[in-house]
């Protein structure tokens, strides 16, 4: 089965950084979405079509993307910032979706 | 401004039935793809399954395919997840999030999830 593969975990400090990969092959061919999940609540998007940040995301939030890899960057990393990280794409096909395992991201 | 609702989730036994429902508002539900996505416990996300917005292009993961059967009531604004066979692995929080108009690409919408728990 097709898989998204992401680090489990990333520690910053504030004012740091982030950086949380995800690698699959079908990458440079179907566009990936990035979603920040905090405990107990339903996760979020906020990142888009590879780059695109949906309203109501601070800028702090980018991500690109290089070969069958996308990365997603949090500058000036903040506390509130800690939270599961998830990207999200589809297989080849485009038919099926798939989540990678999740970053933990965790502000020191 | 978008809800999405989720209900019927609960205790059921191994080998048994559940059906749940999702109920949307502040937008044009019937233009849009939907999805389930189950969360089990402790652990990352996983994609259930995805209808269109007129319920003729339909798509289930492996783990559940043969099992689980998605549906849509667009005059109600609902979508249904019927789970049949359920077993301990499907233990879960399952969400119910809203895809975009073309295809289920990504889910910009979630619910807060209502949780599954399957047990003997």
């Known amino acids: 089965s097709y898989e998204l593969t992401q680090p489990p975990s990333v520690s910053v400090s504030p004012g740091q950084t982030a950086r949380i990969t995800c690698s699959a092959d079908a990458l440079p061919k179907q566009y990936a979405y990035w979603y920040q999940q905090k405990p107990g609540q339903a996760p979020v998007l906020v990142i888009y079509k590879d780059s695109e940040r949906p309203s109501g995301i601070p800028e702090r939030f980018s991500a690109s993307s290089s070969g069958t890899t996308v990365t997603l960057t949090i500058s000036g990393v903040q506390a509130e910032d800690e939270a599961d990280y998830y990207c999200q794409s589809a297989d080849s096909s485009g038919t099926y979706v798939v989540f990678g395992g999740g970053t933990k991201l965790t502000v020191l | 401004q978008v809800q999405l609702v989720e209900s019927g989730g609960g205790l059921v036994k191994p080998g048994g039935s559940l059906r749940l429902s999702c109920a949307a508002s502040?937008?044009?539900?019937?233009?849009?793809?939907m999805s389930w996505i189950r969360q089990a416990p402790g652990k990352g996300l996983e994609w259930v399954s995805y209808i269109s917005s007129s319920g003729s292009t339909i798509y289930y993961a492996d783990s559940v395919k043969g099992r689980f059967t998605i549906s849509r009531d667009n005059a109600k604004n609902s979508l249904y997840l019927q789970m049949n066979s359920l077993r301990a692995e499907d233990t879960a929080v399952y969400y119910c999030?809203?895809?975009?108009?073309?295809?289920?690409?990504?889910?910009?919408?979630w619910g807060q999830g209502t949780l599954v728990t399957v047990s003997s």
């Open positions: 502040g937008f044009t539900f019937s233009d849009y793809y």
């Open positions: 999030a809203r895809g975009s108009v073309m295809a289920s690409s990504y889910f910009d919408y």
